[in-house]
Structures are given as C-alpha cells and as structure tokens.
C-alpha cells in the first residue's frame, strides 16, 4: 500500500505539531454507541499520532487533552476521561520508555483528581531524561488562565522589587508561561470540522499555521497526520522560502 509519508519533504518538518483532538463525542453517536466510546477510541488515535511523530522525527506534539470548560461535561464522562488518562498513561509508560518519548503536561494540574496526578506526575519523572520525541498533554488548560497566571507572576516580581514594568518585554512572558522551554508550534491540526482554536495556546500559536480536518478524531491516523503535514509544507513552499529556493525546487 502507498503511503502519504514517501511525499513528506523530510528537510522540512515540523519540530512542534499541537492537535485538538474533537470529535469523539459525534463518532460514537454515529456508531450508536456512548460518547465514552469515542474517547476510548480516541487513544488509539493519541497512539498512532504519538509513533507516526517519533518515527518522522518531529520533537514536540502537543494533545489538547482536557479544557477547563471540559469539567462542566456530565459528570460520568469526566470520570471516565480522568480513568482513561489514568490507565493510558500507567499501561504506555513502558513504551514511552523504549522509544526514548518525554512526557510533560501543560494546565491547571492541581485541580487534576489525585490518582491522575499522581499517574501523571511517575510518568513525567520517569521519562524526563528521554530525548526523541516529548509529548506534551495539555491538561484542565485554559490558555487565558495562563495568562492571567503569568501576568500574576510578573506583578508580583515587580511587587517584590525584581523588576520594572518597562523591563517587561515579549520573553518576560515566554519565561511565565507553561510552555517556557517548548519551542511554538509551527503547525495545529484541529479535527471534526470545528474552525476554532477553544482557548488553546492563544500566545504560541501567533505564527502558527492552521490545519482543520472533517476527520473526527478517533478516524485519525498516521495517513491523517501526514497529509497534514504534507499540506504544512505546500503554504511554506509557497510562502516560507527565498526566491532562490523556489527557483531550485521548481
Ligand atoms: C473532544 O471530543 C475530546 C476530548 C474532550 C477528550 C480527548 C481525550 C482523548 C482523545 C482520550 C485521552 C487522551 C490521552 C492523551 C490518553 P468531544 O467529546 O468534544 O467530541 P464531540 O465534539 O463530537 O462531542
């Protein structure tokens, strides 16, 4: 079988995709099944994207995972979402292991039940020394809570004499943010044909290019993730090189 991957230009990826992954609600329904269904279905997905990154080369994946507005779902499917991270994460920190991924998570973490904390909290420090691929779960993450988070943090370093309100430059906040030692995404990926960003990575994505995919979630794959990023490369073939470069490929 042919596979999208041969078309991917390899001197010209990503280092940092995000994805929201949506969709997984509307492919149960259409199944018939439980909503719960589809976020279990979902992983496989969370898996396939997690292998196709670490197998291209791609540094950073980050998955939006769980919102803050997520806590307001019915409460039998955050528990659900909460004991589905719990096993995920517990059964694949093995494997996280044999193929040298990081895990990190990005979010209001202590609002987190305990168990998932803690399943959470073993895994990071487990893997923190790996180095292909780090994966990164955004987690009970609002990006203007960050923010606000981070504007918190700069008040009080001024407050305590640290610093001045006209030393505050664009670093200032890189350095306050979650997300202070991961490069900005260059490509978001969002599945089941919502065109919103959700209040995700509302900093990071500034220059970021935007993919939106009809494909819900948990029909997403390697295939998927390719195309994706081969539909990334067209807008920088177009856009991102010199004249000279252009004149080299055509
Ligand atoms: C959005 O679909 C998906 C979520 C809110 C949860 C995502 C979680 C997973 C894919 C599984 C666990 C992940 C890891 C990292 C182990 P939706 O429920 O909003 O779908 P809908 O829009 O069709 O209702």
Known sequence: MTSLKDKINMDKLPQHIAIIMD???RWAKQKGELRVFGH??????????TEACGELGIKYL???AFSTENWNRPKFEINFLMELLVSTISRETKRLMDNDVRLLAIGDLDSLP????RELMSAIEQTKNNKTLTVILALSYSSRNEIVEATKKIGEA???GKMKPEDITEQTIIENIYTKDIPDPELLIRTSGEHRISNFLLWQLAYTELYFTETLWPDFG???L???IIDYQNRERRFGMTSEQVT???
């Open 114 to 117: 305990s168990a998932c904390y």
């Open 248 to 250: 080299v490929k055509s």
């Open 40 to 49: 279990k279905n979902g992983t496989k997905s969370v898996k396939e994207t």
């Open 62 to 64: 980050t998955l939006y």
């Open 23 to 25: 969709g997984n609600g």
């Open 226 to 228: 390719y195309e994706a």
């Open 158 to 160: 001024i407050k305590n």
């Open 222 to 224: 390697k295939e998927q």
